[in-house]
């Protein structure tokens, strides 16, 4: 660990990729939490793809492979499928995931065109284009690492400035129409910013992979907590981190790509959350019922103790397991129930093994059924 921390401050390329990586993190994870919160996960998807005859085209038109132009190109053609969404969903009775897969695959079917044009006739000057497919993460420098910092620092700005305009559109949209917010308006620009975040992620996972990063750290941050700030800056965490970790792992490993990488990262972070996280969590949702389960068996057992014990006027009367197994139809956990009981004292065990109440026993019992509105049919004399 020590040597993979030192290669990340002293080797350029390692360094390179990890800010990228780190970059698209923040960038992806915040402004995906919009879209997870707004059911529109796969709008990444789609833009995503949307891009690609963007880059295509940028580089038709400036004959250049840097990353500016391509980023721009990227984002015009993802803003226009944007638009091409939310003019079919709203203008025809085609429903919203029907639009994203028409764009989705439209969009992807002519960039695909574009590249094999390309590839017949612009020669060996579009080599590399095909890597926004997957990605290409080892091949930043220091100046895409900048454009990817400006851009996604741009669109966290104008997150912050819109704060309460896009809390109100993720929530509660028809109250913020009521109160004569530009509810469709805020919609394009929030989206749009989304756009810049997909595009600026191009390069280092590519079209394919993009959706990812723009879900699972959101997704993940969704677990851990229900306020919108902790949200965000929980997915920007975890966005970061999974960048990191994607890029230091497959520097550290020969012959593993690092889009990918950076993509089962974020997938282990939201298996992790899905599992752990206090609220939501399976596991803790698993203990919770297996305790709570517990806690009914022991109360009704103690109860039903109780229940035997009045009706013979003696709060001591000791009875038998098999008793009880049969008040709990049948039960076959009533002997485990009832060790558990004696080790907390509420019951005692005879030397014949026949259980009765002790005091505290009757004591808990009697709040039980207080508390439940129960009472057995006769009573306990207590003399």
């Given at each position: 660990?020590?040597?993979?921390?030192?290669?990340?401050?002293?080797?350029?390329?390692?360094?390179?990729?990890?800010?990228?990586?780190?970059?698209?993190?923040?960038?992806?994870?915040?402004?995906?939490?919009?879209?997870?919160?707004?059911?529109?996960s796969?709008?990444?998807?789609?833009?995503?793809?949307?891009?690609?005859?963007?880059?295509?085209?940028?580089?038709?038109?400036?004959?250049?492979?840097?990353?500016?132009?391509?980023?721009?190109?990227?984002?015009?053609?993802?803003?226009?499928?944007?638009?091409?969404?939310?003019?079919?969903?709203n203008?025809?009775?085609?429903?919203?995931?029907?639009?994203?897969?028409?764009?989705?695959?439209?969009?992807?079917?002519?960039?695909?065109?574009?590249?094999?044009?390309?590839?017949?006739?612009?020669?060996?000057?579009?080599?590399?284009?095909?890597?926004?497919l997957?990605?290409?993460?080892?091949?930043?420098?220091?100046?895409?690492?900048?454009?990817?910092?400006v851009?996604?620092?741009?669109?966290?700005?104008?997150?912050?400035?819109?704060?309460?305009?896009?809390?109100?559109?993720?929530?509660?949209?028809?109250?913020?129409?009521?109160?004569?917010?530009?509810?469709?308006?805020?919609?394009?620009?929030?989206?749009?910013?989304?756009?810049?975040?997909?595009?600026?992620?191009?390069?280092?996972?590519?079209?394919?992979?993009?959706?990812?990063?723009?879900?699972?750290?959101?997704?993940?941050?969704?677990?851990?907590?229900?306020?919108?700030?902790?949200?965000?800056?929980?997915?920007?965490?975890?966005?970061?981190?999974?960048?990191?970790?994607?890029?230091?792992v497959?520097?550290?490993?020969?012959?593993?790509?690092?889009?990918?990488?950076?993509?089962?990262?974020?997938?282990?972070?939201?298996?992790?959350?899905?599992?752990?996280?206090?609220?939501?969590?399976?596991?803790?949702r698993?203990?919770?019922?297996?305790?709570?389960?517990?806690?009914?068996?022991q109360?009704?057992?103690?109860?039903?103790?109780?229940?035997?014990?009045?009706?013979?006027?003696?709060?001591?009367?000791?009875?038998?397991?098999?008793?009880?197994?049969?008040?709990?139809?049948?039960?076959?956990?009533?002997?485990?129930?009832?060790?558990?009981?004696?080790?907390?004292?509420?019951?005692?065990e005879?030397?014949?093994?026949r259980?009765?109440?002790?005091?505290?026993?009757?004591?808990?019992?009697?709040?039980?059924?207080?508390?439940?509105?129960?009472?057995?049919?006769?009573?306990?004399?207590?003399?």
């Amino acid at each position: 660990m020590l040597d993979l921390f030192s290669q990340l401050l002293t080797d350029y390329t390692l360094r390179t990729v990890a800010l990228g990586a780190a970059t698209l993190g923040i960038v992806g994870g915040g402004l995906g939490s919009y879209a997870v919160l707004r059911g529109q996960s796969l709008l990444g998807d789609a833009i995503s793809h949307a891009a690609l005859p963007g880059i295509a085209l940028a580089f038709l038109i400036t004959g250049s492979k840097a990353p500016l132009p391509l980023m721009l190109g990227a984002a015009a053609t993802g803003i226009v499928a944007t638009l091409f969404i939310i003019g079919v969903t709203n203008t025809t009775r085609v429903p919203y995931d029907s639009a994203l897969a028409l764009a989705l695959s439209a969009f992807f079917g002519v960039g695909l065109v574009l590249l094999t044009y390309l590839q017949q006739h612009a020669g060996a000057a579009q080599a590399g284009l095909d890597s926004f497919l997957f990605g290409q993460a080892a091949a930043l420098v220091e100046h895409d690492v900048v454009v990817m910092a400006v851009l996604g620092g741009i669109a966290l700005l104008a997150l912050l400035l819109f704060w309460k305009e896009f809390k109100l559109l993720a929530f509660d949209p028809d109250f913020g129409r009521s109160l004569g917010f530009p509810i469709r308006m805020l919609d394009i620009v929030l989206t749009t910013l989304l756009v810049v975040a997909i595009v600026i992620g191009l390069q280092t996972v590519g079209v394919v992979l993009m959706s990812a990063v723009i879900v699972a750290p959101a997704a993940a941050a969704r677990q851990w907590t229900d306020r919108l700030s902790v949200m965000v800056a929980l997915a920007a965490t975890f966005g970061a981190l999974s960048g990191v970790s994607g890029a230091v792992v497959s520097g550290a490993t020969a012959n593993l790509p690092t889009g990918p990488t950076i993509v089962l990262c974020m997938g282990t972070v939201v298996i992790v959350s899905l599992l752990l996280a206090p609220n939501r969590g399976l596991l803790w949702r698993w203990w919770r019922q297996w305790r709570t389960s517990r806690r009914l068996r022991q109360e009704r057992v103690l109860y039903d103790l109780y229940t035997l014990a009045a009706k013979h006027g003696a709060g001591d009367r000791p009875h038998e397991a098999a008793t009880l197994d049969a008040m709990v139809s049948g039960s076959t956990r009533t002997a485990y129930v009832l060790r558990r009981l004696a080790e907390q004292g509420l019951v005692a065990e005879t030397s014949d093994e026949r259980w009765h109440l002790t005091d505290e026993g009757l004591e808990e019992a009697r709040r039980l059924a207080d508390k439940r509105n129960l009472a057995p049919d006769a009573t306990i004399d207590d003399a």
